[in-house]
């Protein structure tokens, strides 16, 4: 864990909380409230996890106002009115002051005609291609690959071992993580008496602004035009997204997922883990689907989905139900076969 | 998106075409036919995108003869007889015409005993151990891993971070995509009381000639023998191959399958995205599974299977639907015994 | 393969075994019986592979005494009481004859202020950043990034394009494969009207002792606190470990296998490949679950698991089979339907 050594005082101030203790406390830590640790901040923000105030090894609690009595308490208690919140603020600050890491360390590799902004950090062992643009602020970390004329905007993370292929496009604010392939050819072959021929992968990947990508997922570019991730989306880990697939904006998707070719998926879904939805078929918005659901045909929006071929979240469940008691259902059916018989 | 420069003629030139219009219209990219932008090429091959002739952004269309009316469009023509085909042939000349990299970064690492072929190109921060043999005209992108005695052949092309472990075999003609690990350990233990112990895997894998493997791919060496994937077999991205697995020629194999230990795989088979095969099993040839399936025993030749465990297709499907209309099913098991017990 | 040169002699040596024929044959790879190859040592340990003990092409077999006879064979026979335990001693030996690098290879990025125990092996570009500590003997293979605060416990073996991210802490004796992430942000996002907020992740991954962890994982560090590996857990290829998850003992976890947010896992249980487990549920110990299923409830001691949503084992097969027939249970409701109006 990181180390960091605050005064309860100190915390106390950036969120305006109220002190009870001693305000000279030091914490060097921070703990989930389950499992407080010694010295350590911790927050408590919701009635049922009260009972930790009085039990945690933690230094320093941030409570909820309507949470407190008053009396004296074990550790030292910075109240304010919501502690889930203030905690995050706290979370938000630290995590700023850590700050950003500039200049282009010794070993990486830059081609002449590669240009970068202002404050930018690029990691030693990464290789940054010929005429790819680097904004303001972005920091790219060891051992990534920029391809020929990539673009990346401003304030992005790119973690190490991220491959950005040639003539892809990054908005601004984004995040990509560790080992994740953006711009890998599209999976298009010809199918031929001696074979499969390759089809030319000839499209690009633009991801739009605020968007962060987990890491090991496979993005791969269009076979012409464009795989697009809109603005605002987000992706968790080990997810494929196939060729010229087009994903709006403020979408989340969950590990594992995988999206075919030539999808389209629109606004505020949520997609769940190991979800698979086949190519050419169109999601609305606000759809839910299921985690390891296979969606095979279009949704309109807000629907919810479940299974594999996916139907009504609702209506899945109550087959399932039946599908658990298949085997007294079959014994019924028995039954008035032996008793029609009779 | 790649800028190229051509002019309607030089492209109608490549591909025998007739131009109608202004031969001397310069095209910037390509687009496809429903996303049209201006300056761009696309084509028209079937009656259903015909739409698009008059109304398209695109500078310039390949359009099939038969689709052709005898008049005056806004878009400059280049007619030919199947416009789908003429299209893959000048995306395949401009591919080539990008050209191959060659020659040596400064900044890999390459052991005195390993030998290259000619035209090689080896990226900045790529790692070539001991023995390692590398065929002629090879390209090997910045930040790949190459074993100890690892051979490839002629006309590869290895991208960034893959990860080619000791004693593979990489034959000609071969796409080893960004951060795919060929030759990790199997996954073999040995249970004890005190635990798990590793059963060392002193295997390796042998990819043979035209093998496609995308991204972030693991394929496990043998614990002892060859893991195998044959000629002409193509590999999506996020798919795991198993120690000692055998797959045939001509396999297509979609993103984020798994195929576990030990199961052999014939010639021509179609296995969907998400598809999990047990070990220790063979599938035939020209079998197809379908997205999500579960296959947990062997398949006979041109087999097609759905289902998790997977069945016959059809059954799967048939059955499906029944499983969709099971809240009406069981009601109707309601009624006969109401009726019955009238 | 990799090649190695003993005579049956050193071989018999090693294991007390008892030669029938020429020890003085050498060999110089090994095969797997059922594919045994020229001048290659393999074994037989159970009677249904004594049909090869003649048959083979391969030099020498070690076998086990009961399934000899008193005559002559083909190829070099080194006899011993269990010939598969024989073997696997004698792999063991031989792979640590292989020896282990050691020493800092030039080309690395190492901090000035990161430490490294004895007999360490650093390999080119690979960068250890900060305040990082190497224990004795830990081999980490060329492009692996190891970031600020990293602690790594001795006799470890990190493959090429492993990333592990700062603060988190490796035991002794763990193998952590080719590019697989440890220690990325967890996929935690606040919404609001304008998008999702990201939450930080100031968390880490602690991976106790024993542990080994295939390629292309994505092990995400807490919010806050530690997400946990627990001792002896053995991780395939492709598995998704979500923040805040906490795994005990000696669990073996299958292929493409992915664990929500905040799940607590026992010790010594069985998680089949491409299997889904839900968020904030608790798995005790010694449970089974099938490949693909998908665990959206808490289980407990000893339980088997099945299907999607996972319901016991038993069940979800016999209930299976009724799927497999629902077209015919279907027609015995319309006979009974039919009868009944008659």
Redesign the interface.
Known sequence: ???MEFSAEQIAGLINGRIIGDGKTVITG???IE?GQQGHL?FVGQSRFSNHIDTTECAVLIVSENLLETRDYKPVIIAVEDAYISF?VL??L??EMQGRKTGI?E?S?FHDTAQVGEGVYI???T?VSEKAKIGDNTQI???V?IGK?VKIGKNCKI???A?I???CIVGDNC?I???T?VG??G?G??PTAD??K???Q???VIIED?V?I?????I?R?????TIIG??T?I???I?I?H?VKIG??N?I???A?I?GSTIIGDWNQIG??V?I?GHIKIGNQVKIQ??S?V?SSAKDGETLYG??A?NYS?YR???V???N??D??K??ND??N??SE
């Open positions: 864990m990181q180390t921070v703990s989930p499992n911790s995050q979370m938000n630290y995590q360390e070993g590799f990691g030693a062992f290789y970390f060891p051992h690959y004329g973690d190490s071992g491959r292929y040639d003539y995040v993580h560790s080992n392939v890998g050819d999976f072959f010809q074979g499969f390759k089809i030319p000839l499209g690009n605020d962060e987990g890491s090991n997922c496979s791969d269009a076979t012409i035009g464009s603005k605002g987000k968790d880990n080990l494929q196939a010229n904006q403020h989340v969950a590990s594992q995988g075919a883990g190991q698979g086949v985690a390891q296979g095979n594999s071929p139907i209506d109550r087959n399932y039946h599908f658990r298949f085997t259902i079959v019924r059916i008035l076969e008793k029609k």
